[in-house]
């Protein structure tokens, strides 16, 4: 069992910066794929980054390459998401997410935070 809980998120004027963490229990964190994943009213969960267990793969949605990165610290079971030049539809509840192989498909995760509300205003 892996429970995950998010902070971080926040108000954040467009073009700004902010940086959302999701802390894992459990003494098996270092062996899971971490995801993020988003999901804004009237939208289906979306996809934002993944890290692997080691950090040797990384992958991240179109959207926000170059803008965003996925980091983790497996001595403080944190995953981290720093977040660029963020703008107005970045605006959503932003979830954390664990799974033994991961992806880029929420389907694919066993294990999900409560989520963090990030909103960008224009």
């Known amino acids: 069992q892996v429970q995950l809980v998010e902070s971080g998120g926040g108000l954040v004027q467009a073009g700004g910066s902010l940086r959302v963490s999701c802390a894992a229990s459990g003494r098996t964190f270092s062996s899971y794929t971490m995801g993020w994943f988003r999901q804004a009213p009237g939208k289906e969960r979306e996809f934002v980054a993944a890290i692997s267990w080691s950090g040797g793969r990384i992958d991240y949605a179109d959207s926000v390459k170059g803008r965003f990165t996925i980091s983790r610290d497996n001595a403080k079971n944190t995953v981290y998401l720093q977040m660029n030049s963020l703008k107005p539809e970045d605006t959503a509840v932003y979830y954390c997410?664990?799974?033994?192989?991961?992806?880029?498909?929420?389907?694919?995760?066993?294990?999900w935070g409560q989520g963090t509300q990030v909103t960008v205003s224009s």
């Open positions: 997410a664990a799974d033994r192989l991961g992806g880029t498909s929420w389907f694919s995760y066993d294990y």
